[in-house]
């Protein structure tokens, strides 16, 4: 990479403490693929019993082990027992022959513990384009498995590409009695954009979930979280979420509980939501973290579609970038989202200060104490459009010069 | 404006030659209102019998002079007798008395050319919220009419805001043995984005075209020219094209002569497609003009979303940048943008050369052929999606740190 990274300045002073999951063993190595003096690939060795779960893009154009998950998931209805991640190579658009590679890859894994390939789920992140043979991989594995395991900071960090932090979450809940585990880890720092299951995320859990309702709630936290999240509007082609539940905490999730559904459901939502805005505070070139909050939307999709419209807005993103309480473009950003807003009932807040209503500037507004506000760190728009009960938050960063370092000379 | 604009490598040596427009007369001047030391102030009188059209942005926060516009061509039946443009001030979401200024600014421009109020069109540019008197721009109008007229380059000098060079074009075509001139002039360079009527351009011709014909040409050709076009991907609150047929050359455009039509149309397009490119090509902080070419799409909507989708991409934009012919966010762009292409099918190419096809790069690519044409100043991206046969160009610029210059501190 010809740009040094700089380290965000949301970067946390540590990474969290996070439990073992009971059934789920960690490896990492330097695979020598393509970057030198770290560890790039992960090895997540999971007991007989796990139940998993994925959202994936929905690029037209996915990466072949997307396409290879999607598949291994449906024929093993939703069993694994090892997760394969590797960081420097996305193997997307890499025809037949990267297809063979992730096909390789989940065999030669599954191999070594005596399971179906389709029990191996296989991602990768990096540069598009290039194919890799499998072997660049599989040669690792025996070592890695017959090896110390690692920590979850070790796996975060091997998943990591323009990401200047490695990111991890954990939450813990209790069900009958029994206490559940949740850890997650994930990368992402550029590409990252709305409408689908954002980069790489992995969460386990040592609670028996059944495979079916794992992915109904996967599905419907990942709207929530992922889903809510953009730094630069740019869709992968590679981005996986997997949810491993191994069973061998003790605790049991299931349908007809409605009880221990929705605390599962909430500390699951917690590390999903941690991991996704680490991933916003990491963003390619951050200055600033923003939060978009919309209310008064009719639907929630009117309410994302404004969120996102002045969440990925060049002109907004620049403005913050600049401290400059610009509501202008807030108003345009809105006028364009696709929405009827009526501007007439639309209300602008920035640092929570009504900004703009009926139409128009309010008298009482201080632009001052606005300025002040985009001084900090951690800028809050929010915007009511009065037109129904619909409210949902999406976070972003600002658009600075290190974006364009970052992305002008990534590849080189 | 904090920020010091260095002129567009793409600035024009000299302005083209125009010739003049029979009833139509151009007059300039200094308002005072925003600007400092230069023209901001457009009048452009129309002579009786002028024919009028206009073609809007489609934003739901559309400024106050668009609802003025829209207005003013249904209740006088397409007719217009004056346009006024300031430039520095939107006069968007200003409220009730932003509506007030557009309305008195068009009722006292009328009472000068004894007209109704609604033959007159007016618009506005440049900085959003901030309402302002109609007396700031009205009571210069006297003056400037009874000064000497202003040449198309004033003209089109006096509507610039961010712009770097002043944008015009003409054509000149023969119908039925009489020459037709089609002169227009355009401002725009940040805030540029599709599915609209983008910016303001005004294009004036002498022939004499019904209003409704008129409307019809100009909707179509704004859809296959300035509708073709972005910088930012951000729609502006103030976009318009309008168009006037003073009749006073001589020639007659009718709907039932399609000879004729086409000649017209095809001279309009013409002018339109000048200076839509004109606009790329002063993009805010543009390094680099870039074409992107879509065929074998399934329909035009479809080519227009995968064109917009890689004209628009960050990682696309700030790729050509750093002249990186990096074609793997190319595919990224593609698969994100909403239409189910094959990726077995899809061909990319860069400069003319063919570099990824059968869902992988081909062996006979040369990177260094690819480097080398992005090291250029025209940059020519195609994708065939093998679907069907709709094909069309979008036009756009790369992502520069100039564009962060001039967006963090627009305002200031």
Redesign the interface.
């Known amino acids: 990479m010809g740009y040094d990274l700089k380290p965000s300045p949301f970067a946390p002073e540590r990474f969290p403490d996070m439990p073992e999951i009971a059934g789920a063993t960690l490896f990492t190595t330097a695979s020598g693929l393509k970057y030198q003096g770290r560890d790039d690939l992960l090895l997540v060795l999971l007991e007989e019993g796990t139940a998993a779960a994925g959202v994936f893009?929905r690029?037209?154009?996915?990466a072949a082990p997307v396409h290879w998950c999607r598949r291994a998931l449906r024929e093993s209805g939703g069993q694994a027992r090892m997760l394969v991640v590797n960081a420097g190579n996305?193997n997307?658009?890499?025809?037949?022959?990267?297809e063979e590679t992730a096909r390789i890859t989940a065999e030669e894994a599954a191999r070594l513990v005596d399971a179906a390939p389709q029990q191996v789920q296989v991602s990768s992140t990096g540069?598009?384009?290039?194919?890799f043979e499998a072997s660049g991989l599989t040669r690792h594995f025996p070592a890695m498995l017959a090896g110390a395991p690692a920590t979850w900071e070790e796996a975060a960090r091997a998943i990591m590409t323009t990401d200047t932090y490695p990111k991890g979450a954990a939450a813990t809940c209790t069900v009958n009695g029994k206490q559940v585990r949740i850890c997650g880890i994930a990368k992402g720092s550029?590409?990252i954009?709305p409408n689908m299951a954002t980069m790489l995320a992995y969460v386990f859990t040592d609670a028996a979930v059944p495979a079916p309702l794992l992915q109904k709630l996967l599905a419907e936290v990942v709207e929530e979280t992922f889903n809510r999240i953009t730094v630069?509007?740019?869709?992968?082609?590679n981005d996986t979420v997997l949810a491993f539940a191994t069973g061998k905490g003790g605790a049991k999730v299931e349908g007809d509980d409605t009880e221990t559904l929705s605390v599962f459901r909430k500390a699951l939502h917690a590390v999903c939501l941690d991991l996704a805005l680490q991933i916003v505070r990491d963003g390619e070139g951050i200055s600033k973290f923003v939060a978009v909050h919309v209310k008064g939307a009719p639907d929630e999709a009117a309410a994302r579609a404004v969120g996102m419209s002045i969440a990925?807005?060049?002109?907004v993103k620049?403005?913050v970038?600049?401290?400059?309480p610009?509501?202008?473009?807030i108003?345009?950003?809105?006028?364009?989202?696709g929405?009827?807003?009526?501007?007439?009932k639309?209300e602008i807040f920035i640092g929570g200060q009504l900004v703009?209503r009926?139409?128009?500037?309010v008298p009482e507004y201080s632009e001052s104490a606005a300025a002040e506000h985009m001084r900090g760190r951690e800028i809050d728009i929010a915007v009511d459009l009065h037109m129904g009960k619909a409210a949902l938050t999406v976070w972003t960063c600002d658009?600075?010069?290190a974006?364009?370092d970052i992305?002008?000379?990534?590849?080189?």
């Open positions: 893009t690029s037209a154009t996915a996305a997307a658009f890499t025809g037949r022959a990267g540069v598009i384009g290039e194919p550029g590409m954009a630069d509007g740019d869709t992968s082609t990925n807005s060049p002109l620049t403005a970038a600049g401290e400059d610009n509501w202008g473009r108003v345009m950003a809105v006028g364009k989202a929405v009827p807003v009526d501007q007439q639309l703009a009926n139409g128009a500037v658009l600075t010069h974006y364009i992305n002008a000379d990534y590849r080189s």
